[in-house]
């Protein structure tokens, strides 16, 4: 890699041949009180624990996984709401995570998030022309004269009534609202937006209008996604590489088809045979679904070695003692597993 | 751990589930009406809404929110505040009628007869009280026992819904439950009578996908071992082609489509199911573009005249005259198949599902 840096008008400085974005062994760990009166023993929650992944210009990169697997956390460290306890966050191989906030605004600019809660995100005392115009202003990128024409010209793009810039949010819906964010989100032209369950509150038919509007905003604009996601239905319509974490670590990485068709890691292969197919009316025999027994362990305590071994069927005293590191097992398919395979028949049911 | 390791995984295979016809109806809802009158108007939760469950079965009752799924299922649990409520119609639940029954004898209803599982397990929890309270106090408020005695039923009740070392558990505050567990817990307490009719409302929702799987299981399982007829209230067609006999889809306070799963879903005949289907991408087969339904539900305060979904309707152009925006059609079987029902004035809609449809499907 050439280390040529250059630095653009905005600010922003970029090493050449570097990746859109690099999480580099990237650690987030919470302090928690210990038990008791005296709270001795502080413990730390390592919600995330190592995670490395890249994304590329214009790509889309899902992550999915379950409640408490570190997946909001790493969205937040990516855009730099969260400083890590260790570890390189790279901007175009820039690393910002230890920037100062005046360091960061302009990389902020290029950064930008979704967020999943359509009612608490946008601030119900301001119009949406505020909402939408602040983002403009914060970043210059408007003459205030042009401002209000450049949020009507948003609010077109996301779908909306340009001429509905003067009212509040509680007068939208909540399909509405998810796309006042993406139109705040985009009025800062970012090569890249970390969408945090963007969806996921939605009704199902407007569900699919926003992701309709974000796949267009995608082709259209070229913008690089940091896809989250619980539903794994949506990572796959939307997303080129999926990685799926558990419990702070990234245990499967590799492209969407590779995942979803031949997974190689037991909680991925698990994680796929739990989710309701609906193409059992439609004469698929009902799949072989994988009972995975107990609860994800606590992220203040995790298990030695391989996290997932607590409940995993391929469990050896190996898992124990060494932690598999995530290598590559199949082209372009990352594993972190010792015993790392494809099903032995097809898990994900095939259409008929 | 064991020398002896497992290396293959322990697997489920949901069976298809056995038909049970020709059962007399346990639960009976015939021409049921909610509105609540506010400052702006009435609002027309649910507009005559008809359907029958025998023991045994499940019915799926789906749909976007203010379709009036809950709603409705909370008028069979008489939970509505009666005076902030219009209720008409009739709900009958083995032969009781809930409409306008009395606050005590609702009482001794609602636990013993029916019982129903919310979708948020930590706020229907209280969390003052510990798990064996909440469930001793629903089983002491229907029978005569012994405080021991309940608490013994409790342990069994825990045991029974899939928590490990009940007894210990019994014991614990809600916030030492997870989310599964403490789902599992409300459907212990749901069950604890042994009601002969048990409403989910979205009961999965709240939780990941593995843990789903569980609760599913276990619902499937216990209405096997208890013989209930099951009310499921979801948004997740996925989690319906899975568990239930009978889908039930309403949009906008009404009923638009009714029948049994596999029919329902394999060859839909309203256009509102169409539009769902094509809304919900897939976990297998190929990936193709999602077709939503255009616009937003109807506002239940001021109702679409004629047929509630026509404003949304991608197929009203295709029905002669004015028909579709002056006259709302009826649910009645619209094809040669007398099991199913659906309220559309489309002609010949299982054609157009098959040649329209079904190709641009996700």
Redesign the interface.
Known sequence: MTTATNTAKSGVRSVEGAPLLELDDVKMHFRTKGDGLLARGTKWVQAVDGVSLTVQSGETLGLVG??GCGKSTTARLITRLLEPTAGQIKYQGVDIAHMSERQLRPYRREIQLIFQDPYSSLNPRHTVGTIVGTALRTHGMVPKAGELSRVQELLEVVGLNPEHYNRYPHEF?G??RQRIGIARALAARPKIIVADEPVSAL???????V??LLENLRKELGIAFVFIA?D???V???CDRVAVMYLGRVVEEAPRDTL?ERPQH?YT??????????????G?P????????G?VPSPVDPPSGCRFRTRC?????IC?TQDPPLEQKAPHQDVACHFAEPPVESI????V | MTEQTVRAPQTVTRTPRARREGEDAYLEVSDLHVQFPTADGKVQAVQGLSYSLPLGRTLAIVGESGSGKSVSSMAIMGLHDRKSTWISGSIKVGGKEVVGMSEKDLMSFRGADAAMIFQDPQSSLHPFFTIGDQITESYRAHHNVSKRAAKARAIDMLGRVGIPNPARRVDQYPHEFSGGMRQRAMIAMALVNDPKLLIADEPTTALDVTVQAQILDLIADLQRDFGSAVVFITHDLGVVAEIADDILVMCAGNAVEHGPVDKILGTPLHPYSWGLLESIPAVSGTPGPLHPIPGSPPSLLAMPSGCAFHPRCEFRERVGGDLCRTLKPELIPRTADQGRTSRCHLKEPDKVFETEVLPRLP
């Open positions: 379950e409640s819906s399909g509405q009704d199902v038919s407007i569900q699919a209008q992701m309709n619980h794994l239905g949506v796959r319509h939307f979803y037991p292969q698990a994680l796929l045979s739990a989710v309701p197919d609906i193409a059992v009316v439609r698929v009902p799949k072989q679904r994988i009972r995975l027994v609860d069927w391929k469990a050896q005293d124990a994900v049911a095939e259409v």
